[in-house]
């Protein structure tokens, strides 16, 4: 192991950690030798020291630990939650798997460098993703998220004063390229081996069929209430309140679903079953747990085994039951082809460019949409190319007008004229 590096006495230190250099301050007057943060090099290291140092003797004051990522981290993480914001979970799960673990983590907010937020994302686009089963790289989704967390939290520490400027604000993040979007959705035949499946217990068929045909997201279905079920009006539908507990859906309004006959049908037989399914339901929920307890976002509550029961092994997600309506209304599945504009509405985006992927999804659109077109086949049986000197037009081609002096065919035509 090197020997830490040979300062003048009170100037601080500079040792070797891993593979990298620590800087500890001078000692304080309560003993203690703070770090004040972790670079690659030791020149690195050595330059950040003495940069303290003056700033230290130049100001007339002692140095002390400085805010470093990590701990100005945690209180960026702390003040979201205490602003109600949503997704604070979800950010601290990601923090913890992708954040806390770059090189940058320990340094102070002032020594964090675009270099070092550029090089930190590209290490992510390497990193394998959490499920080891799936043995796939990081995705592109999850790589922006870190990095836009990264960015709200240095924009906060911008505000608070204690950086100039964000080192992540002009970090460009690049696309793999990778065709696969990361989610699925159900085939019409995957959704009749649900429907008819008789092995699945009634009350998990149910809530899974009641998410397919309202594409609800996961936490506004687990906390709808029995007074947000409108199925006996005159045109059903639910009412969606909230996307948590106490937190109003992700679109921030509120918003109502219409009922389709599947679903009105669903709801019926569901409350039928509800009082002997949950006998304790303080909270008048429509799907709460056997024990009357309202469900926790993220937790499957036996969804994979159930789709296991209909032959459906391949990986699904509990999200992907609102892809599947998405794109189910939009190819036609359950009757007519909804319009984009239409499905947006139901399903609450924001804009239509997050409800234009499901006209990618729908490949049975187009398959019909070509299968429907008999022209082709017509074109097909007959000679498009008229007999030499001949006037006659059988494939109802426009002619072109006599008075035109140029009739040598364009580039396209005569390609066309030739096969």
């Known amino acids: 192991m090197m020997e830490k590096n040979k300062r003048s006495y009170g100037s601080g230190t500079v040792e070797p950690y891993g593979k990298r250099f620590r800087v500890r301050l001078p000692r304080q007057p309560d003993g203690g030798r703070p770090v004040a943060g972790v670079y690659d090099t030791e020149e690195e290291a050595n330059r950040m020291l003495d940069a303290l140092l003056v700033v230290a003797e130049r100001e007339h004051v ?24 949503r997704n604070v979970k979800t950010d601290r799960s990601r923090w913890k798997h992708h954040i806390e673990t770059a090189p940058f983590i320990d340094s102070p907010l002032q020594a964090v460098a675009r270099r070092h937020v550029r090089d930190w994302i590209l290490s992510l686009s390497k990193k394998r993703a959490a499920d080891a089963r799936e043995r796939r790289v990081l995705s592109f989704s999850s790589r922006k998220h870190a990095l836009n967390l990264v960015r709200a939290m240095f924009n906060a520490a911008v505000e608070d004063e204690l950086i100039n400027e964000n080192p992540a604000a002009n970090v460009k993040l690049i696309d793999d390229g990778k065709t696969d979007d990361g989610w699925t959705y159900l085939t019409l035949e995957e959704q009749t081996a ?4 008789r092995v699945i217990p009634e009350a998990d068929r149910l809530r899974i069929l009641f998410a397919i045909y309202t594409g609800l997201r996961q936490g506004e279905q687990w906390n709808l209430e029995l007074a947000d079920l409108r199925h006996e ?12 507990k106490g937190r109003s859906p992700k679109s921030k309004r509120l918003r109502r679903v219409p009922l389709l006959p599947a679903a009105v049908l669903i709801v019926r037989r569901w409350l039928e079953l509800l009082p002997g399914y949950a006998k304790k339901n303080p909270e008048s929920l429509a799907w709460p747990t056997p024990r009357g307890c309202r469900r926790q976002k993220g937790k499957l509550y036996g969804f994979k085994i159930q789709l296991g029961k209909a032959g459906i092994t391949r990986s699904v997600r509990w999200h992907d039951l609102r892809h599947t309506c998405g794109s189910s209304l939009v190819a036609g599945w359950w009757g007519r082809p909804w319009r984009l504009e239409e499905v947006r509405e139901v399903l609450g985006h924001a804009s239509i460019t997050m409800t234009e992927r499901y006209a990618h999804l729908a490949p049975s659109v187009i398959s019909q949409a070509a299968a429907e077109t008999k022209i082709g086949h017509e074109l097909a049986t007959k000679s498009p190319v008229p007999a030499s000197g001949s006037n006659a037009n059988p494939a109802g081609f426009p002619l072109r007008a006599r008075q035109e002096s140029n009739l040598r065919p364009t580039a396209p035509e005569a390609v066309a004229l030739s096969s």
């Open 194 to 197: 649900i429907t008819a499946n």
């Open 62 to 85: 002692l140095l002390s630990t400085p805010e470093t990522v990590r701990t100005f981290g945690e209180r960026f993480l702390d003040r979201r939650e205490n602003q109600g914001l």
């Open 233 to 244: 009006d005159p045109a059903p539908h639910v009412v969606v309140r909230r996307g948590s």
